[in-house]
Every structure is written in C-alpha cells, then in structure tokens.
C-alpha cells in the first residue's frame, strides 16, 4: 500500500467516471464565505450541475470562496437570486424533489430515503436555518442524527455527508 | 413541516440512540486547528469513542479547536502521542480494523467496504497525507471518488463522509 502523488492520483481518480445523480444545491442566506467555498468544493467534487446563491448568502468575487473553494466557482454553474423559495419551485417544475438539510417538525433521517435521480438540496442560514418560507416550497426535510451533545454540524459537512450519500445510493460502484 | 427551535430539536434529535459503531479517530499531522475543532465536533456528533492527535497535529487547549469544535475536547476522549503508527498499532491490537483515508495503491472506495464493528480512521497531514510509515500500520485504505477537478476535500469533510456512512451501514435504521 503506497502513497500516491501528482499525476498517479490523478488517474487512480479519474477512474470514478460520473455520478448518475443530477443533484443541485440551493444555499438560502449562508452567509460565511467559508461555508459557500466549501459548497463550491463539495459540488466540484461530487459533479453536481447548479448551485444557487439566495438570499444575503455571500457569492464570488470572494477572496474567501476563491480560497476555500480552490477556485470552484469557475468551474460549477452558479447564480443569485433574491428569493431561494422561487428558485426550489422553478427546480421542482424541472422534476427535481427538493430536500431540505433541516430538523423540521416531519424531517427524515437521510440515509432512510430513496432518492430520485434529480434532487435539489437546500440548506439555509447558520443560525436561523432554512426558512419557513423555503422550507414551505420544499418536498421533504431530511437531517443528519446527532448522538453527542451539539446539535447540529456546520453547514458544508452535513451538506457533503447528505450528498455523498445520495451519489452513492444512485451510483453503488 | 415546521422548523423546530431550542428544546423541540433536542427531544427530536435525542430519538436517535446511541450508534452501534465503536470508532475512534487517529488524526496523523493535522496541523490546521479549524480541521482538529471539525473533528472534534463531528466525532461528538458521531458517538467517537476516542481521538488520537498524533505527531505535528494541534491540540486543546486552543482557541480555535475550542471555536469550532463547540467545545466538544471537553466531552470527547482525546490524547496526544508521538508516533500515529504506534496508535493505530495498538487500536489494532485492541480488535479495531485501521482504515486510512487516503489515495494510496490498494486503497479502494469507501462506500464498497463491509466495516466491522470496531474501526479506527486514520486522516493525514493536508499536504502530505497519511504517511508511509503510518498506512504501513494499517489494514487497509479507504478513499472518496472524486468527479471534479479538484483532487481532494477537505480533511474535516472528507472524515465527515467516511464516518457518517460507516455509521449508517451498521445502525441503517
């Protein structure tokens, strides 16, 4: 078993072909840039097709996105929009099932649910959540079980754990 | 579907239980604190049992880890040690299968392994990896497809991923 480095990693990687899930994402006022950086990373990583920046949700040009999001956002489709309900509804009419990551009162655990191949993830604001409002377009609510004493991950890690979950129930191999 | 607040969260989320997985955390020369505070948090959040911070890695008292870990160095058994290998030996010695996360020659997809009760994961240096010394202790090599351009994610996320997905292998309700 030996480390890989450089063009090794590349191709041991490239290996994985594309996932078959069409997933987008919908950030309803995530408001650090660390969080929508990571978005972009997670979203490069896993191939997914949109993301949407609603709301106050911060959005490139950002030194801080750049960064963590290793320049990302030049590469995922992205766009702004005001309101992160209207933005589900338009997925929803495109046959996308909207998942919101949230603990609302009739939410699922995430690994209980069969995914269709399209879903819109929404996650929302660091502290107040995904909003009624949003909350009131989506499908479903899912969360992530909490055994310990916090109550809830950061935004960008329950948002990798849900949609490498999903990649890998569409795409077992 | 309604959000929940304060105490309705913490009744719902506490239906949870306790996992079925006995896991515990190597962390190899993890140098930024933001990665060590993640993992701190996720590992409350997972049920962990104990995390190892090996060579170079940060560790509490910190600012940092104590920020964005929620405090949870406070609730999760942790110690600090020289040499990871020598960690993960003994993990080994104690019934637990050691699973680096990490791109190496043999290393295989995480979502296509059967995990034992009893596992330790093992996460590298953000620039360097796990090292050779280290995967040379272990019993094998896990990694997450990536479909991007970006070779990696972050150390935190990717931990986050892998742990969440042997939990809900083995506690799938």
């Not at 609510?141 to 310990?148: D, N, R, S, T």
Request: net charge positive.
């Amino acid at each position: 078993m030996k480390q890989l480095r450089g063009k090794s990693v590349k191709r041991f990687l490239k290996a994985a072909g594309a996932p078959a899930a069409e997933l987008v994402f919908v950030l309803q006022d995530v408001e650090d840039a660390v969080n929508v950086g990571a978005a972009f990373r997670i979203a490069d990583a896993c191939g997914i097709r949109e993301i949407v920046l609603a709301g106050i949700s911060a959005h490139p040009p950002h030194p801080t996105i750049a960064g963590v999001g290793r320049g990302t956002h030049r590469r995922v489709p992205w766009h702004t929009t005001k309101y992160a309900a209207s933005a589900v509804e338009k997925y929803r009419e495109a046959g996308y099932v909207a998942c919101a990551l949230e603990v609302a009162s009739d939410a699922v655990p995430y690994h209980t649910v069969a995914y269709p191949k399209k879903v819109c993830l929404i996650v929302g604001n660091e502290y107040r959540g995904v909003s009624q409002r949003t909350l009131d377009a989506c499908d479903l609510a899912i969360y992530l079980p909490m055994y310990g004493k916090v109550r809830s991950l950061n935004v960008h890690v329950a948002l990798a754990v849900a949609t490498y979950h999903i990649l890998h129930t569409q795409n077992p191999q």
